[in-house]
């Protein structure tokens, strides 16, 4: 008899008996090294997003100015003469008192493609009147800057500012029944040429030195509406430090619509809305030899980018919230950035279209060289 045995085969076996192991879940300490990856990626690109984030609003930002600085260089040579930085009509009765009509906003605002708006728009009335003050309220995107974090609720916007002109070393005010009075923005009075005397009556002996200083020292005045008590302007011609050399307008995002002042919006004519002003350099106010210093034009409460903290309309220097630097346009059409920490003197010279003329006296300036700022 012949005895048979059988043996399976170990490779046999495994490969018919064995069994599928079990599938193993992600253990905490795994999941918790997951998340600390992906939270450091984001980390990472957080910033990078940011700055291109950052870099897109202030590339808009400076195209929007462009657009307004060319509107406006159209209505200067269209015009024959810059527009005022605000308008101001005599009130019905008096020879003295005036109410606001429009700020220089209006004048541009056809250039602006915004001609439906420019031709609602009646000059002759003021701007609470009936058929301008909702007008005023309308949200022209252009003339902000997306990076301007003081404007309206997005989903509630009013008449939002974030661009102002060169108004100089201040505006003028009627005083004492006297109109056309230069001061600075504090409210301080200007004796331009030094001689101890301000505020001069028209008329009177050396009335016009101050008020002919005061003109070298910015591009955009206040002036009177169908009321001959205040002109004062310059045409492209009359820019004699040359267009490329001079400020026409910079950001201000302490400018336009304000919700603790619901009337004030683009068109206002508000001095601490329309313009932006240097520092004034005169210590007192008095511009006589050896009281002139221009590194207060951008110092202190006059410095750029010192009013970010500031309610709206409270500071009328040029604030912007890109870091270190505001956009400034020039008479030339271009658009570049500028220091905050750009020197007085320079700063000066800028906002100045003819600082050629205050040579010799105690306000001469230095020459602006290059574009460097």
């Not at 004030?264 to 004519?269: F, I």
Request: charged content about 20%; hydrophobic content about 35%; some cysteine.
């Amino acid at each position: 008899m012949i005895e048979r045995s059988f043996h399976a085969s170990s490779d046999s076996s495994r490969g018919v008996f064995k069994s599928r192991p079990n599938r193993r879940g992600y253990t905490i300490v795994e999941l918790l090294v997951c998340i600390a990856i992906i939270a450091l990626l984001v980390a990472l690109a957080a910033p990078a997003l940011q700055q291109s984030w950052a870099a897109s609003r202030r590339v808009q930002c400076q195209s929007n100015l462009r657009n307004i600085n060319l509107a406006m260089l159209q209505v200067a040579d269209s015009a024959g003469r810059f527009p005022a930085s605000g308008n101001f009509g005599r009130r019905p009765g008096s020879d003295t008192q005036s109410r606001s009509h429009h700020s220089w906003v209006v004048d541009v605002l056809p250039w602006l493609e915004q001609r439906s708006v420019a031709d609602r728009w009646n000059k002759d009335e003021p701007i609470d009147s009936e058929t301008n003050r909702p007008l005023a309220s309308i949200h022209v995107p252009i003339l902000t800057c997306p990076a301007d974090l003081s404007l309206s609720d997005p989903d509630d916007r009013q008449g939002d500012l974030s661009y102002v002109v060169n108004g100089g070393m201040g505006f003028t005010i009627l005083w004492n029944d006297i109109h056309d009075c230069p001061i600075d923005r504090t409210g301080t009075h200007l004796d331009l040429d030094g001689d101890g005397v301000t505020c001069r009556p028209n008329g009177s002996k050396d009335a016009g030195a101050d008020r002919a200083l005061f003109k070298a020292t910015g591009l955009f005045f206040i002036e009177t509406w169908e009321w001959d008590v205040t002109r004062r302007h310059y045409t492209l011609a009359e820019v004699a430090d040359g267009l490329s050399n001079t400020i026409v307008l910079s950001e201000n995002a302490r400018s336009g619509f304000d919700p603790e002042s619901p009337s004030e919006s683009w068109a206002s004519p508000n001095p601490y809305r329309t313009s932006f002003y240097i520092g004034n350099p005169c210590r007192d106010g008095v511009c006589s030899a050896g009281n002139v210093d221009y590194d207060r034009s951008n110092a202190g409460d006059n410095a750029i980018n010192s009013g970010l903290k500031t309610p709206e309309g409270r500071s009328p220097v040029p604030n912007s919230f890109h870091a270190g630097l505001v956009h400034m346009a020039f008479g030339d059409g271009r658009v570049q950035p500028v220091s905050e920490r750009i020197a007085g003197a320079v700063y000066a010279a800028l906002a100045s279209p003819q600082g050629g003329t205050l040579a010799g006296t105690p306000l001469e300036q230095p020459a602006a060289v290059g574009t460097n700022w």
